[in-house]
């Protein structure tokens, strides 16, 4: 069966002529939710068995979740979709603060207005600690959300529930552990929450609801023309083995192995800690979040970010990829090889915003270290030597089953195509994938999954692009006569030069800014995610 998108309250595209209330974010928002400043008081300064800090709010306040309101490529993106489509502006800025400012939203919401993406960040300014929007996925989201619609089309697109009849002073606030009456009262006291135990926060559906989101592009007009699985790591995870051993939670939250206090204040051991770390594939936002801080309104300190960034990038070179060069033959000036690709995640990899890509950079040294052949190498501005799309908006690079050319370079991405068939980093111009050949999870079966997650182009006919990753060949030409060494890497962006560059031709002080920051840190950025190296004499 097919998943398509169920449009929930608010509904994003079909409300584009509807001029709701627009409502202030702070009103009745403490009866619904708190920040995160309530919580981190308790929740910070905890060391687990072996001395790593693992401190919920500070861990947290690091992170993408925490600073989503303030992730200034998702402001550009926002401020390009709307002046694409100025008609549908309302409905696009409601729609977007559902999972970057929730709080705000759901606020919005029960009162029975839409919530503006603009307005709350002028406000943010004035209060970026204390304000409902600034404070992102912030505690009292995740943990108020209730498992109902878990895995359901209705829950996707960012259709969490959030009991929102319930009077202040009975609402609950859900985690993994009982609590005892006299650390209710503390938590009641200093939250405005009563604790309840459930197990429904260690379920992929949770993460589901705002991480598996369809479009419906417009044309000039504003008129409907398709939908878009714009990014669905859930449906993809659910076509894997993963599905059966191990949930989002398990990788991006990992266990502490031993039992350890959650609380600083009248904290007890508990089982299976799950870090609030949210180990995921963005350091080079993270980079930037940190470097523009004054900006953006990072609460969080650099140390943190630090800290963050540098585990984010231990998880995408330890727990992400394997590559292996294998069948390395030499004759005469013909030299061939093949490089086996792995993907170790539980998804497509990458995953998620499709500005995401990963990509093979292979070279060819003599004896003397001298470069003789190379595929895949990036420019200081993020651009991949040969790559058609990056030279050209309207172009793309094919997935390639063998590679002869140093011209040629296996990208795992996916491509954008509107409804004319042009490619396009406009995502509500969006209205398929021409080509996506990101590496498939074990167990994923491309024959017979759902149009949302298929492959497309020509990776559905390689034979060697199956489950659990890729092979590519390399069949070169070579003059030298000396021994040769054959380097290959995988390489990973979060943002590619494309999704970034394509803002710069839109005059705002969102694009402008952004591509600024992009174009100021993206050198020497690219992150390795495996590698490998042969010498053949």
């Not at 051993?245 to 508990?270: A, F, K, N, W, Y």
């Not at 990072?298 to 943190?304: F, G, I, K, N, Y």
């Not at 060819?364 to 990036?378: H, R």
């Not at 298929?454 to 060697?464: F, N, Q, R």
């Amino acid at each position: 069966m097919q998943i398509k998108m169920v449009l929930i309250s608010s509904c994003f595209w079909l409300s584009f002529a509807a001029h709701s209330q627009s409502v202030d974010p702070h009103a009745n928002a403490a009866r619904l939710f708190q920040t995160s400043a309530r919580c981190i008081g308790c929740h910070s300064s905890l060391t687990g068995p072996d001395g790593t800090d693992v401190s919920i709010g500070t861990l947290w306040r690091a992170s993408m979740m925490a600073n989503s309101a303030r992730d200034p490529y998702w402001h550009a993106a926002v401020r390009r979709e709307i002046t694409d489509h100025p008609q549908a502006q309302a409905a696009i800025e409601d729609k977007c603060s559902t999972c970057h400012m929730p709080m705000a939203h759901v606020t919005a919401a029960a009162a029975g207005g839409q919530s503006q993406v603009f307005a709350n960040i002028a406000s943010m300014q004035a209060n970026p600690a204390g304000h409902p929007a600034a404070d992102g996925v912030s505690c009292a989201v995740c943990h108020q959300i209730e498992p109902d619609n878990f895995g359901t089309e209705e829950s996707f697109t960012g259709g969490f529930l959030i009991d929102t009849a319930t009077p202040a002073e009975q609402r609950v606030i859900y985690g993994p552990h009982e609590v005892d009456a006299g650390r209710q009262g503390v938590m009641r006291s200093a939250s405005g929450f009563v604790p309840e135990s459930t197990n429904h926060l260690a379920e992929s559906g949770l993460c589901a609801t705002c991480h598996t989101l369809y479009t419906h592009a417009l044309d000039e007009q504003g008129r409907e023309v398709g939908e878009l699985a714009e990014q669905v790591p859930y449906l993809e995870w659910l076509a894997s083995d993963f599905r059966e051993t191990r949930s989002c939670q398990d990788c991006h939250m990992p266990v502490v192995t031993e039992d350890t206090p959650i609380s600083s204040v009248l904290g007890q051991p508990r089982p299976n800690f799950s870090q609030h770390v949210f180990r995921g594939g963005n350091a080079f936002m993270l980079t930037i979040l940190n470097k523009y801080r004054g900006q953006l309104g990072v609460v969080a300190l650099p140390q943190e970010f630090e800290l963050t960034i540098r585990r984010t990038r231990e998880f995408l070179a330890t727990e992400t990829a394997a590559i292996a060069i294998d069948s390395l033959r030499r004759s005469g000036n013909g030299l061939s090889f093949a490089i086996d690709v792995r993907n170790l995640a539980g998804h497509k990899l990458p995953t998620a915003y499709p500005s995401r890509r990963v990509w093979l950079h292979v070279s060819v040294t003599d004896a003397s270290g001298d470069i003789v052949f190379e595929s895949g190498a990036v420019r200081a501005d993020g651009s991949i030597v040969g790559n058609s799309n990056d030279a050209d908006p309207l172009d793309h690079e094919p997935h390639y089953e063998v590679i002869r050319q140093a011209d040629q370079v296996q990208i795992y991405e996916p491509i954008l195509f509107d409804s004319q068939g042009r490619v396009t980093t406009g995502l509500l111009f969006g209205v398929a994938y021409g080509k996506d050949n990101r590496l498939l999870p074990a167990g994923f079966d491309k024959r017979s999954v759902d149009d949302d997650i298929a492959v497309a182009g020509s990776a559905l006919t390689d034979g060697d692009f199956i489950a659990g990753g890729d092979r590519v060949r390399y069949e070169l030409t070579i003059d030298s006569d000396e021994g040769l060494t054959v380097s290959a890497e995988l390489l990973y962006q979060s943002i590619g030069y494309r999704w970034a560059e394509n803002l710069a031709g839109y005059s705002s002080a969102e694009t402008d800014r952004f591509v600024g920051f992009y174009r100021e840190t993206i050198e020497g950025s690219a992150d390795r995610l495996a590698a490998d190296s042969v010498t053949i004499d």
